[in-house]
T-cell receptor, first 110, second 111 residues
Framework: DAKTTQPPSMDCAEGRAANLPCNHSTISGNEYVYWYRQIHSQGPQYIIHGLKNNETNEMASLIITEDRKSSTLILPHATLRDTAVYYC???????????FGTGTSLTVIP | DAGVIQSPRHEVTEMGQEVTLRCKPISGHNSLFWYRQTMMRGLELLIY????????DSGMPEDRFSAKMPNASFSTLKIQPSEPRDSAVYFC?????????FGPGTRLTVL
């Protein structure tokens, strides 16, 4: 039960910003939004997470709408190495279950 | 920090053989997770431990699968006997507070 909806695939030109959307219309007040990515043949890699405020780290920015029913992961300057499957997950922070769903396959084009 | 360590990275075995996958979590992490990933089913949680105690094994497919965590720095996932449908990539992950960190995975092929 992934509880999130993401487009199956997206393309982005190298050097441009990649904006990956996620719908989580049934999110509860105590559930965080997490983003992971999985580069081919590697383990999933943590990117960022947030509750209601926008978040930024060295990898990406996370924009969460005011009603928290959707969010966008922004990779500000996509590189070829950002080609991966990106998973949006909602999770109670004290819980231990991560449901990964099918994610968005992002291809960065030279 | 070496991250989560898994071994072997690749395993090829014949149907009916016993397979043991190994995981060393990140030091100080108190939760450990075993996942399986296939093209058909995606990433599935098999079992997880808190403080070395199994908490939820509802994802373990059947009795052929078993997992142990004898101490805070080591866990095993055993399949006995193995079947071709067990072919998948098996990931181990450990958690500090609220973020899971994954190992590189073990690619298992059962012929």
């Amino acid at each position: 039960d992934a509880k999130t909806t993401q487009p199956p695939s997206m393309d982005c030109a190298e050097g441009r910003a990649a904006n990956l959307p996620c719908n989580h219309s049934t999110i509860s007040g105590n559930e965080y939004v997490y983003w992971y990515r999985q580069i081919h043949s590697q383990g999933p890699q943590y990117i960022i997470h947030g509750l209601k405020n926008n978040e930024t780290n060295e990898m990406a920015s996370l924009i969460i709408t005011e009603d928290r029913k959707s969010s966008t992961l922004i990779l500000p300057h996509a590189t070829l190495r950002d080609t991966a499957v990106y998973y949006c997950i909602v999770r109670v922070v004290t819980g231990n279950q991560f449901y990964f769903g099918t994610g968005t396959s992002l291809t960065v084009i030279p | 920090d070496a991250g989560v360590i898994q071994s072997p990275r690749h395993e090829v075995t014949e149907m009916g053989q016993e397979v043991t996958l190994r995981c060393k979590p990140i030091s100080g992490h108190n939760s450990l997770f075993w996942y399986r990933q296939t093209m058909m089913r995606g990433l599935e949680l098999l079992i997880y431990f808190n403080n070395n105690v199994p908490i939820d094994d509802s994802g373990m497919p059947e009795d052929r699968f078993s997992a142990k965590m004898p101490n805070a720095s080591f866990s095993t996932l055993k399949i006995q006997p193995s079947e071709p449908r067990d072919s998948a990539v098996y990931f181990c992950a450990s958690t500090q507070v609220d973020t899971q960190y994954f190992g590189p995975g073990t690619r298992l092929t059962v012929l």
